[in-house]
């Protein structure tokens, strides 16, 4: 089986910084994305940022504050988020397309969440 876990969440002042990472471990034989969505109160998820062997796309509210990551030696993607918003406020989900040991076909898979808070 397959697991994500995310970290680095909590809260910030606005115009502050945080780093969310997620690591994903089980029967992995390869990946093919790695990426972040959030959902915050009342909203359905969003995509923040993703990335894969074709690149990287994130969404318009998070260019050039956002940037995501890879670390493929250990499964591992980063998200870097400056100069933080209040309207970023939500909780962050790691998603990752994966292919298991037993299953041909990419997968995706969700981590748990992480709250970020972003305080006027």
């Known amino acids: 089986q397959v697991q994500l876990v995310e970290s680095g969440g909590g809260l910030v002042q606005a115009g502050g910084s945080l780093r969310l990472a997620c690591v994903a471990s089980?029967?992995?034989?390869?990946?093919?994305?790695m990426g972040w969505y959030r959902q915050a109160p009342g909203n359905s998820r969003e995509l923040v940022a993703m990335?894969?062997?074709?690149?990287?796309n994130y969404a318009d509210s998070v260019k050039g504050r956002f940037t995501i990551s890879r670390d493929n030696a250990k499964n591992t993607v980063y998200l870097q988020m400056n100069s933080l918003k209040p309207e970023d406020t939500a909780v962050y989900y790691c998603?990752?397309?994966?292919?298991?040991?037993?299953?041909?076909?990419?997968?995706?898979?969700w981590g748990q969440g992480t709250q970020v808070t972003v305080a006027t």
């Open positions: 089980g029967s992995i034989f390869g990946i093919n994305a």
């Open positions: 998603n990752a397309f994966i292919i298991t040991t037993t299953a041909r076909l990419p997968t995706s898979y």
């Open positions: 990335s894969s062997s074709g690149g990287t």
